[in-house]
């Protein structure tokens, strides 16, 4: 069994063994561990050497299917580790019909349902995030993607701004970009940096404190140093070790005072917005010139997704637009391949449609007001632990702490965290990593799952403490 034309027969019956699999894999996932023993082992079993005769596609989804212990149930309750949504049930099964639809989203001659879907996901997300009906917007793999897609979109408006067209010419001759931002600023803003030429260094990170948050009055002083030369301004609406925000409103103050380009990253903390408790927090953000955020995170859909949106859309022509003689021309409807980096892509459109059809505004402000009155209750949890530290306020989704008992010494926590941090991980009944806060180790579990209830917050807690006990124990022996 070679050419897979030879097992047309077999579609069927190799679908129904992934579905088999897939529902068994659901229907333990609110129970099962994060990660389950073996994980390694299961996942090192699919190592061999490259067949040189096929045996078909069902004795490699029956291989695939016995080492799914080595995927990690990353899409369950108790995922609190960076911060990682799961799927709704909308979204996922968009998601499988998007697969076996395989669509070519790059333009509407392509896929009309892709391009439509787009646009709706694009205009129902841009209500959700009350921003201006007027801006353009794109999907992308995720929020690093969307950094550079709407920097890219920056870069060229700075271009314009030294009279050149610099993505026909290139940087030659040209000064370095300027880009100010907060201690907040995200590794991904500063890589999409890098991949767009204006480099990771090019950023100045104008912090009051060992938090970063930003010291508003020296990113003034050095936005004025530029004399009216254009700058960006990188805003960050929810950090990832405490969910904190730039004020974004000040930042768009600034960016009005000096003709700057204002760039909002809000990979999860834009969907405070979904909710009237939290939208104060980003405030000011319909102000900026581009902003984005992930599908995968607190959207809840299947990786890859996130969104990219910009005040002046006919900006992403420049560094994204492409023509060939065999390819549309954008008409009625936009050509998204045309307006972020890849050409070919994803439909992932239908995933993100089929989860706001399903769910709409109201579902969104639910689902984020449980997940925010969770991250009180575990705040509330760890400040009634004795042998628990919380670190930072709890603004949002996030809340930082660290293990420390009573008698342990100062200059051993660090330590003590880091070792937990490990042992937390390979325990696997809860999954939450360590950071570094303040200049010390600490836990930042993050909450954005739609199944993530009560009782997965309560055995976080439980299972920190168990641990952390268990190695003082073993330390002390
Ligand atoms: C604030 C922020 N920006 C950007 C990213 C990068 O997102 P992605 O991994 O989807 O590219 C993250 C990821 O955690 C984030 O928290």
């Known amino acids: 069994m070679s050419d897979p034309l030879r ?48 045996d078909g596609a069902l004795a490699a989804i029956e291989e695939l299917v016995r080492a799914s212990d080595g995927a990690l149930r990353a899409s369950g309750p108790r995922f609190f580790h960076w911060v990682i949504g799961g799927d709704t049930p909308a979204a996922l099964a968009a998601d499988w019909l998007t697969s076996v639809w395989d669509q070519n989203a790059a333009a509407y001659d392509s896929t009309p349902i892709g391009t439509v879907t787009e646009e709706l996901a694009i205009a129902w997300l841009k209500e959700l995030f009350g921003l201006p ?43 370095a970009v300027p880009v100010v931002s907060s201690g907040y600023i995200h590794p991904s803003a500063t890589k ?38 254009p700058a960006i301004i990188v805003g960050n609406a929810g950090e990832v070790n405490a969910g904190d925000f730039d004020p974004i409103d000040a930042l768009a103050d600034l960016a009005e005072r000096y003709g700057a380009w204002l760039h909002v ?3 999860f903390g834009l969907f405070a917005r979904a909710t009237p408790t939290a939208a104060h927090l980003a405030a000011g953000v319909e102000r900026a010139q581009s902003v984005i955020a992930d599908g995968h995170k607190w959207l809840n859909v299947p990786y890859d997704s996130g969104f990219a949106f910009v005040r002046d859309a006919s900006l992403l022509a420049g560094p994204f637009a492409i023509g060939a003689a065999y390819l549309p021309k954008p008409g009625e409807h936009p050509m998204f391949g045309a307006m972020g980096p890849e050409a070919s892509r994803r439909a992932r459109g239908i995933a993100i449609w089929a989860t706001l059809r399903a769910y709409g505004r109201d579902g969104y402000r639910e689902m984020v007001e449980r997940h925010l009155d969770l991250a009180q209750r575990l705040a509330k949890r760890v400040d009634a632990a004795p042998d628990l ?9 996030i809340v930082c702490f660290r293990y420390r008992p009573k008698d342990a010494k100062a200059d051993e926590l660090d330590a003590l965290n880091t070792g937990l941090g490990a042992e937390l991980l390979a325990d696997g009944r809860v999954y939450a990593g360590t950071t570094r806060y303040r200049g010390v180790v600490a836990f930042r579990p993050a909450i954005v799952n739609w199944r993530t209830t009560q009782a997965d917050v309560d055995l976080l807690v439980d299972v920190v403490r168990e641990l952390g006990a268990r190695l003082g124990a073993a330390a002390a022996v």
Do not use: C, K
Request: proline share 3%; glycine share 10%.
């Open 133 to 175: 009906a007027s801006w353009g917007g794109v999907l992308t793999t995720g929020a690093t993607m969307a950094n550079f897609t709407a920097l890219a979109a920056a870069r060229s408006w700075w271009g314009r701004r030294h009279g050149v067209d610099l993505d026909a010419r290139g940087f030659a001759g040209l000064p």
């Open 389 to 397: 530290e919380r670190l930072a306020e709890v603004p949002l989704n």
């Open 265 to 267: 990253d809000g990979a």
């Open 192 to 229: 999409a940096l890098a991949m767009l030429g204006i480099g990771r260094d090019a950023v100045r990170r104008f912090a009051r404190d060992d938090v970063g948050r930003v010291d508003l009055t020296a990113m003034e002083a050095a936005l004025r140093a530029l004399d009216g030369g």
């Open 7 to 54: 097992e047309r027969q077999l579609v069927r019956e190799t679908l129904d063994r992934a579905a088999e699999a897939a529902q068994r894999y659901l229907a333990d996932i609110d129970a099962d561990r994060v990660r389950r023993p073996g994980a390694d082992a299961a996942a090192a079993a699919l190592n061999r050497a490259f067949p040189e005769h096929g």
